[in-house]
T-cell receptor
Framework: DGGITQSPKYLFRKEGQNVTLSCEQNLNHDAMYWYRQDPGQGLRLIYYSQIVNDFQKGDIAEGYSVSREKKESFPLTVTSAQKNPTAFYLC???????????FGDGTRLSIL | AQSVTQPDIHITVSEGASLELRCNYSYGATPYLFWYVQSPGQGLQLLLKYFSGDTLVQGIKGFEAEFKRSQSSFNLRKPSVHWSDAAEYFCAVGFSGYSTLTFGKGTMLLVSP
C-alpha cells in the first residue's frame, strides 16, 4: 500500500545536538510538507517543497532545515538553534497545491 | 492572510446523539475545504473535501459537511456519534494560487456513554 513513513516514532535530543527526522513517501506526490504540532496550537507549517531540489519556508522555519534531493524523501533537521524543539512533528504529501494532504504517523521529539 | 477558526476547543456528545463541529474561514476567494481527524499519537486522516459543486459533501465514517459561502462556514456533521469517533478534528482551507493549506486549531470530541 502507498503511504508516508516517518521515522523514528520517538526521538530524544541532547542540548546542542542536531537531529534529523525522516519522511519517505511512495505515493508519487510532487509536494511535501513538514508541520509542528503543539497542544492547543493546531498544525504550524515549518517547510514545504513543491518539486525536487526546491523548498520554501513556512510560518516557523527558524531553527529547522530541510532538503529535497529525491521526490520520495523530505528529511527535516532540527538544529541546536531551535530552543524549544519538544513537539509532535508531522510530514505530509499531496499531488499538488490545494489538493488533499496525506499524513504520516508523526515523530515525537523530546529533550533529554 | 487567510485564517481558519474552530470556535469549540472541546465538545462532549452522548453516544448516539448528533454532532456538529463548526469551522469558519476568512478570505474573499472561493476556498478548498477539508476536514481531518486525528487519533492520539497518530497522523491526520482525511474525512472529506470540498472543491466545487454540490455544497453538501459526504465523507468517510458517516460524516458530512456543508459549505455555506454566505457564512464562510464549513461545518462537519454526523447524525449519530459512536464511541470510536472520539478524537481531535481539524478543519483546513486552501485557496487557488496559494501553495499551502491553513489549519484550524482543532476541536477535541469526547463521547460519553
Amino acid at each position: 500500500d502507498g503511504g508516508i513513513t516517518q521515522s523514528p516514532k520517538y526521538l530524544f535530543r541532547k542540548e546542542g545536538q542536531n537531529v534529523t527526522l525522516s519522511c519517505e513517501q511512495n505515493l508519487n506526490h510532487d509536494a511535501m510538507y513538514w508541520y509542528r504540532q503543539d497542544p492547543g496550537q493546531g498544525l504550524r507549517l515549518i517547510y514545504y517543497s513543491q518539486i525536487v531540489n526546491d523548498f520554501q519556508k513556512g510560518d516557523i522555519a527558524e531553527g529547522y532545515s530541510v532538503s529535497r534531493e529525491k521526490k520520495e524523501s523530505f528529511p527535516l533537521t532540527v538544529t541546536s538553534a531551535q530552543k524549544n524543539p519538544t513537539a509532535f512533528y508531522l510530514c505530509a504529501s499531496s499531488i499538488g497545491q490545494d489538493q488533499p494532504q496525506h499524513f504520516g504517523d508523526g515523530t515525537r521529539l523530546s529533550i533529554l | 492572510a487567510q485564517s481558519v477558526t474552530q470556535p469549540d476547543i472541546h465538545i462532549t456528545v452522548s453516544e448516539g446523539a448528533s454532532l456538529e463541529l463548526r469551522c469558519n474561514y476568512s478570505y474573499g476567494a472561493t476556498p478548498y475545504l477539508f476536514w481531518y481527524v486525528q487519533s492520539p499519537g497518530q497522523g491526520l486522516q482525511l474525512l472529506l473535501k470540498y472543491f466545487s459543486g454540490d455544497t453538501l459533501v459526504q465523507g468517510i465514517k458517516g460524516f458530512e459537511a456543508e459549505f455555506k459561502r454566505s457564512q464562510s462556514s464549513f461545518n462537519l456533521r454526523k447524525p449519530s456519534v459512536h464511541w470510536s469517533d472520539a478524537a481531535e478534528y481539524f478543519c483546513a482551507v486552501g485557496f487557488s494560487g496559494y501553495s499551502t493549506l491553513t489549519f484550524g486549531k482543532g476541536t477535541m470530541l469526547l463521547v460519553s456513554p
